[in-house]
């Protein structure tokens, strides 16, 4: 991405940003379970832990336990980056 397109990008970002703080996700008990444990692992991060470790301790933080799943809000970036990866 050049300088010009790199403007674009961020100029197409700052409304978005503005509207959207935080994005409701429900997620099944066991992948939840998953994010808390690898966000209370002591290892050096490689990208995808790095990524998943800050969902498990917002699940961990303000996560809404109800049965066999959790509902959490994540912040936009890390919301897009876990859809990223599951595309």
Not at 15 to 22: C, E, F, K
């Amino acid at each position: 991405m050049d300088q010009y397109e790199s403007k674009v990008f961020v100029s197409i970002g700052r409304p978005v940003d503005a509207r959207v703080d935080r994005v409701a996700v429900r997620l099944p008990r066991a992948v939840a379970e998953a994010a808390v444990s690898a966000s209370e692992r002591d290892e050096p991060a490689d990208e995808t832990h790095a990524t998943l470790a800050p969902i498990g301790l917002a699940i961990s933080e303000r996560g809404r336990w109800a049965d066999d799943a959790v509902v959490v809000d994540l912040d936009v970036a890390t919301a897009c980056a876990a859809a990223r990866a599951a595309r």
